[in-house]
């Protein structure tokens, strides 16, 4: 069996499916892996220590997409690439077949077996493999960095000999993953940290970080859609999230939006008015936007100025900590790959519970009832 490691080709990606240091236990069974020259560079893993973990090293893509049977990315492959997959190729990574299903017709029609991340279902035995999870740890985290890199103010409350400087207020939307971790790192510099969510399971979450949570009486809805996941809300659900939003942006200093709802546009929670609300100085980081954003103002992948508040709109945070999210990607798709490869051998049991949900495609047909729905209406558009 060929495991292939290609160097990124996305714009702005930094980071690599494998590390060596994933790569060892797969040696030891046979595996033969072959890497793109470069691949894991910006990873702070070199081609040297790729040839040290047993892998051979490559500069021509081509042989790889021709050759290998399983094929790890962190994101879909090109078009062009998918072209020339090998048929029967296992390729597994953050493949977008809720958002995108459009740019995997190629690769399913090769045929390729696709493995989605994201649909990796979030069961505790999948755990280990939870790369949506390890990346929203990372991006939460960076987040409050690059806000309290632009905030003309300082998070901790300092008390000198020339006066008392308050803590920055910090107000995090959507305490999930990436929420939490955004609240614990603005609780570890020093601010005060306000957080609102839909479920109320997030309630004793934030206040076990220190913050506070807010709550909002939203008419006993269900607001839990499965998996911990948030449900849809009504519209008139999310004009209450609207309103106390607006009351608290007003003396926040930071926001930090993470509101989703999978394989849906991210709510528009945050008005116009409540960015103009903010004082000048403020900012909005906006970790909705690969989904459109939680904010009606953002322009995804843009930074903007309006009235003086910084709005960020990052698609990509994890590529700008490339190491530590290459590394725990890495272990996640080791994990993943746990279940499929066995004894240097393809052995793919589809009857499993985490290989069933993460499967997209196989034997050229969409596997996931939600994909074949959306590629039933690409192929009709
Ligand atoms: P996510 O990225 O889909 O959403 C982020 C947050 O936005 C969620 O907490 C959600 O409730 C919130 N949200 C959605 N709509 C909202 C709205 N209108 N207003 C305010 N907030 C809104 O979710 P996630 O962070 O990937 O995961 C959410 C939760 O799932 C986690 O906190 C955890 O409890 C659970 N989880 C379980 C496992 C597991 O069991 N293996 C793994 C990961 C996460």
Do not use: W
Request: proline fraction near 6%.
């Amino acid at each position: 069996m060929l495991l292939g490691i290609l160097k990124e080709s996305a714009p702005g990606e930094t980071r690599v499916a494998l590390l060596p240091g994933s790569l060892k236990s797969l040696v030891a069974q046979g595996t033969n892996v072959l890497v793109e020259s470069g691949a894991g560079e910006a990873s702070g893993a070199s081609d040297q220590a790729y040839t040290e973990a047993g892998a051979r090293i490559t500069s021509d893509r081509t042989s790889i997409l021709t050759q290998a049977d399983v094929i790890p990315v962190v994101n879909a492959p090109a078009s062009a690439d998918q072209a020339l997959l090998k048929p029967g190729v296992v390729v597994i990574g953050f493949l977008r077949p809720l958002d995108a299903p459009g740019a995997l017709l190629s690769a399913i029609g090769r045929p390729a077996t696709l493995f989605s991340m994201e649909l990796v279902p979030r069961i505790t035995r999948a755990q280990s493999m939870d790369a949506l999870s390890s990346m929203a740890t990372v991006s939460g985290y960076k987040a409050v960095i690059s806000a309290a890199d632009r905030l003309p103010r300082l998070f901790p409350m300092l008390m000198t000999a020339a006066g008392t400087i308050p803590p920055a207020r910090v107000f995090v939307i959507g305490a999930g993953v990436a929420g939490l971790q955004a609240i614990a790192t603005a609780r570890r510099l020093g601010a005060v940290v306000e957080a609102y969510d839909v479920r109320a399971a997030a309630g004793e979450q934030v206040r076990s970080l220190g913050a506070k949570f807010l709550d909002v009486d939203l008419g006993g809805i269900n607001t839990e859609g499965g998996g911990g996941y948030a449900a849809e809300l009504t519209e008139e659900a999310l004009e209450r999230g609207r309103d106390l939003i607006t009351n608290t942006a007003a003396h926040s200093d930071v926001i930090i939006t993470t509101a989703q709802v999978p394989g849906r546009p991210a709510p528009r929670l945050i008005r116009r008015g409540a960015v103009e609300a903010m004082r000048p100085g403020s900012v909005l980081v906006d970790l909705a936007a690969p989904a459109g954003g939680n904010c009606e103002l953002t322009k995804p992948g843009e930074t903007q100025q309006i009235n003086g508040v910084t709005l960020l709109a990052p698609l990509n945070l994890p590529a700008e900590a490339p190491v530590d999210a290459s590394n725990l990607y890495s272990r996640n798709v080791l994990n993943f790959l746990g279940l499929i490869v066995k004894k240097g051998e393809l052995t793919m049991d589809l009857a499993d519970e985490v290989l069933a949900g993460a499967c997209v495609a196989h034997q050229g047909k969409p596997v996931n009832p939600r994909v074949a729905k959306l590629l039933e209406a690409v192929s009709t558009t």
